[in-house]
């Protein structure tokens, strides 16, 4: 089975420092990849998303993600966070062709901008 | 935001007994899915749907089931409720449309169930 490594825990930044979460799938077939994230006491929002094409996928919100097949990743990138980006990030992985819709999950990164 | 609406949105509940959580959807969307989400372990699915009376198994369903009579509808029920199901629980939903749709899941506002 799939699986998806979201490195960092916790990540605490100041403000206009720039961000990278790190996310690493194990599957070597078609993936197609997903960032979500969470607000604190709200739902998951989809952040971007990647199928095919080119690899650096742009987001809402200033954000960005490149993939990286040959290195199985998915990293999220934000030149400068904002005290407002303070939530827990998911990154997220789907079979492409598997005959199923599921995501599979990281257990998520919290980042947390200091003013 | 998609129209999901989950009930009840808060729960306490006492060991052994039975739960029942509520999806309702307004997209007429025909997959739908319950994650639990813990400390430490993201998310996790715990059962999905393809279609009215169509259900399938997730990565942690033992001791859930579920049910989905409409397309709007989708339940989830703990059958004798026990203190490692206390969790936040969301439902999600997606669409058919295309190949890339059908793997963008939007989430309902979840529930907070605490079993004592």
């Known amino acids: 089975a799939q699986s998806v490594s979201q490195h960092n825990h916790h990540v605490i930044l100041s403000e206009a420092a720039s961000l990278e979460l790190g996310c690493n799938y194990s599957y070597g077939g078609t993936v197609n990849l997903f960032w979500y994230v969470q607000y604190p006491g709200q739902h998951l929002q989809l952040l971007l998303k990647y199928f095919s094409g080119d690899p650096l996928v742009k987001g809402i919100k200033g954000f960005e993600a490149e993939f990286i097949k040959s290195k199985f990743s998915f990293n999220l990138r934000k030149p400068s966070v904002q005290w407002s980006d303070t939530a827990e990030y998911f990154c997220?992985?789907?079979?492409?062709?598997?005959?199923?819709?599921?995501?599979?999950f990281g257990k998520g990164t919290k980042l947390s901008v200091i003013p | 935001d998609a129209g999901i609406t989950q009930s009840p949105r808060h729960k306490v509940t006492e060991t052994g007994t039975p739960v029942t959580l509520r999806c309702h959807q307004t997209e007429n969307h025909r997959y739908m899915y319950w994650y639990r989400q813990d400390p430490g372990h993201g998310l996790r699915l715990i059962h999905y749907?393809?279609?009215?009376?169509?259900?399938d198994k997730g990565e942690v369903s033992d001791g859930y089931s579920v049910s989905r009579s409409k397309t709007e509808d989708f339940l989830l029920t703990l059958e004798s409720a026990t203190s490692s199901q206390t969790s936040v629980y969301f439902c999600a939903i997606s669409e058919t449309l295309d190949r890339a749709s059908i793997y963008e899941q939007y989430f309902g506002p979840g529930t907070r169930l605490t079993v004592t």
């Open positions: 749907s393809y279609g009215v009376k169509d259900t």
């Open positions: 997220a992985v789907a079979l492409s062709g598997a005959g199923s819709y599921q995501l599979t």
